[in-house]
């Protein structure tokens, strides 16, 4: 690693706070399992307060189950990736880039960080976001079913030909 003038160590770790953090995710999707309707779907942590919704419009169709892990994904992902780094690399750690994840020391212990952002000049300076893998294990969600409402064509005209 580089050490940077201005930076408060090799690693400047940062953590947003609460405030900027979105503590419901309302998705707008499609909605598979009935009569192709748009709907909207909404996760909450318990223990949000706060009035921060972070809301996307989504042109897929889903079933109840997909949509719920998609919300439930998102706003846990919100939650975790609050932690950012910022470092500096040598050009001899060039193969190092976006999409990488790298293991960090943080304030609470090592952790996780995928990096988002390079800037390469005469070294290579990093934005990176922590992770939590469990988030992205495929959970166990119950499929809601739902009745289609029974179609009635329209009725022909009296004067039909």
């Not at 405030?19 to 909605?31: D, H, N, P, S």
């Not at 001899?92 to 304030?107: A, Y």
């Not at 996780?112 to 988030?135: C, G, M, Y």
């Amino acid at each position: 690693m580089v050490y940077e003038r201005g930076c408060e160590g090799v690693i400047e770790l940062t953590r947003a706070q609460a405030a900027e953090i979105a503590g419901r995710v309302r998705i707008g999707f499609v909605e598979a399992d009935a009569d192709y309707e748009v709907r909207t779907s909404e996760a909450i942590f318990p223990d949000d307060r706060g009035q921060t919704t972070s809301g996307s419009e989504l042109p897929l169709v889903l079933t109840s189950a997909e949509r719920q892990r998609i919300a439930e994904r998102w706003l846990a992902d919100a939650r975790v990736a609050r932690d950012t780094a910022q470092l500096t690399l040598p050009p001899s750690m060039m193969n190092v880039g976006p999409g990488d994840v790298v293991r960090l020391p943080n304030l609470h212990g090592d952790g996780l960080f995928r990096i988002d952002q390079s800037e390469q000049t005469d070294r290579q300076t990093l934005e990176a976001v922590r992770i939590e893998p469990a988030i992205y294990e495929p959970q166990d969600v119950t499929e809601k079913t739902f009745g289609l409402r029974n179609f009635t064509p329209p009725p022909f005209p009296s004067n039909w030909c």
